[in-house]
């Protein structure tokens, strides 16, 4: 068990719909990590956020955005989903900002029919 | 761009024998570190290496990471049906916060 955790942890939604996912990082980490793993694919890095405040951005679509909150939860917010959307939603923490050892949650299933 | 390539894509052993799996980046990295996927999991940490030629072992698997900080490998000796995975290498990424991980090795181990 890493101590991240992730909800919920299967989703299945129609072609146009909107989803959120949660995340809540390990005590003391201060940043999260949002990464999509297709099937038979690597992890692609969505998008970083340190204390609350965006930290680095990868290849995230404008239909997603996320945020983290005071009490450093993070939600992921998918939008206008495509076929294509369908994947493995990780999220991971670490204690700093700067590209140190990550700690991944289970994940999220997503699934658009 | 920055690229981490890992070869090979896929591997599949017989349990008992050897495998390595590299890792070349297209900059020079700071640390590297490596990740296993259990199949139907979520990657785990394994180790970072920071020095210049470092080599760490934890049991079977034996970690390096190059002179010129630019490649990295994984060895596991004799292999076990519980290394069955897929196995990242990832590195910080030049100018920015966050990790860059590799392709991956998917390997197999036939019993």
């Known amino acids: 068990d890493s101590g991240v955790t992730q909800t919920p942890k299967h989703l299945i939604t129609a072609t146009g719909q909107r989803v959120t996912l949660r995340c809540s990082p390990r005590?003391?980490?201060?940043?999260v990590y949002w990464y999509q793993q297709s099937l038979d694919q690597g992890l692609q890095f969505l998008i970083q956020?340190?204390?609350?405040?965006?930290?680095a951005k990868g290849n995230i679509l404008e239909r997603f955005s996320a945020q983290q909150f005071p009490d450093l939860h993070s939600e992921l917010n998918l939008s206008s989903l495509e076929l294509g959307d369908s994947a493995l939603y990780f999220c991971?923490?670490?204690?700093?900002?700067?590209?140190?050892?990550?700690?991944f949650g289970p994940g999220t299933r997503l699934l658009v029919l | 761009g920055q690229q981490v390539m890992q070869i090979p894509q896929y591997q599949h052993v017989q349990e008992g024998e050897d495998f390595t799996t590299y890792c070349n980046s297209s900059?020079?990295?700071?640390?590297i570190q490596w990740y296993k996927q259990r199949p139907g999991g979520h990657p785990v940490f394994l180790i970072q290496?920071?020095?210049?030629?470092e080599v760490k072992k934890q049991k079977r698997l034996t970690f390096q990471f190059g002179e010129a900080k630019k490649n990295s490998s994984l060895h596991i000796t004799a292999t076990q049906t519980t290394d069955v995975g897929t196995y990242f290498c990832?590195?910080?990424?030049?100018?920015?916060?966050?990790?860059?991980f590799g392709t991956g090795t998917r390997l197999t181990v036939i019993p």
């Open positions: 991971a923490s670490s204690e700093g900002p700067l590209g140190e050892t990550q700690y």
């Open positions: 005590s003391g980490d201060l940043s």
């Open positions: 956020y340190y204390n609350g405040e965006e930290r």
């Open positions: 900059t020079t990295l700071s640390n």
């Open positions: 290496l920071v020095k210049s030629g």
């Open positions: 990832a590195g910080p990424v030049t100018g920015a916060n966050n990790l860059f």
